[in-house]
């Protein structure tokens, strides 16, 4: 099994929906992140979190919000979609490392379109 | 000017030959991540280095923190090694996020 799960895998939906993508992890990590990758741009981080009490805001946070609702569990959701939120989604996971810094897991992507 | 820069952005070769990807970046940095995605798009860490070199199997990392300049070389290439090798990096100042390159996408024929 996955040490890193996304659900949907692919979602389509219209402009103004809620919209609510969910991450798992088993890998025991205390780091969590969402990003969005866009064609020609580089991934963007949109949230963090370094346990289930602290989330951060990451440089792409507007329109969106994020639940930690566990350890292992991290959810992005867009209150109200719009097209430009079109994009392909990444939660990933880390350790906290020796050095504070360690590799960083990912989930298998989430493509979101946005009519 | 973006903080991380790779190249080249679309490199092409024949199965076999020595690859390299550059990273440079602009800040000052406490680690260096090299990262694979493949063409159904999963991305895979492949090393995340802050010194010297690193090798796994066919791929080596390397990075001089003094040029602000890190590579990523593939010896023998396989058509199995195209995807987009992304390039990212932990400043040591600044919010706890990595900056991302814009990737090089490659494409190793048979």
């Known amino acids: 099994d996955a040490d890193v799960t996304q659900t949907p895998r692919n979602r389509i939906t219209k402009t103004g929906k809620r919209i609510m993508l969910e991450c798992s992890q088993t890998k025991g990590h205390d780091r969590m992140y969402w990003y969005r990758q866009d064609p020609g741009l580089g991934l963007r981080l949109i949230y963090y979190?370094?346990?289930?009490?602290?989330?951060n805001k990451g440089e792409i946070s507007d329109g969106y919000s994020v639940s930690r609702q566990a350890q292992a569990k991290f959810s992005l959701s867009l209150e109200s979609a719009i097209p430009n939120q079109t994009a392909l989604y990444f939660c990933?996971?880390?350790?906290?490392?020796?050095?504070?810094?360690?590799?960083?897991?990912f989930g298998p992507g989430t493509r979101l379109t946005v009519l | 000017k973006n903080e991380v820069e790779q190249s080249p952005q679309n490199l092409t070769a024949q199965e076999g030959e020595f690859i390299t990807i550059n990273c440079s970046y602009s800040?000052?940095?406490?680690?260096l991540h090299w990262l694979q995605q493949h063409p159904g798009g999963g991305i895979v860490s492949l090393f995340m280095l802050s010194s010297g070199k690193k090798k796994h199997g066919r791929l080596i990392a390397t990075i001089n923190i003094q040029e602000k300049h890190s590579s990523l070389h593939i010896t023998a290439s396989h058509p199995r090694d195209s995807a987009v090798y992304i390039c990212a990096v932990k400043e040591v100042r600044g919010a706890q996020k990595l900056v991302f390159g814009q990737g090089t996408r490659l494409t190793i024929n048979p």
């Open positions: 800040v000052g940095i406490s680690a």
């Open positions: 990933a996971t880390s350790d906290r490392g020796a050095s504070g810094e360690a590799e960083q897991f």
């Open positions: 979190s370094f346990d289930v009490k602290d989330i």
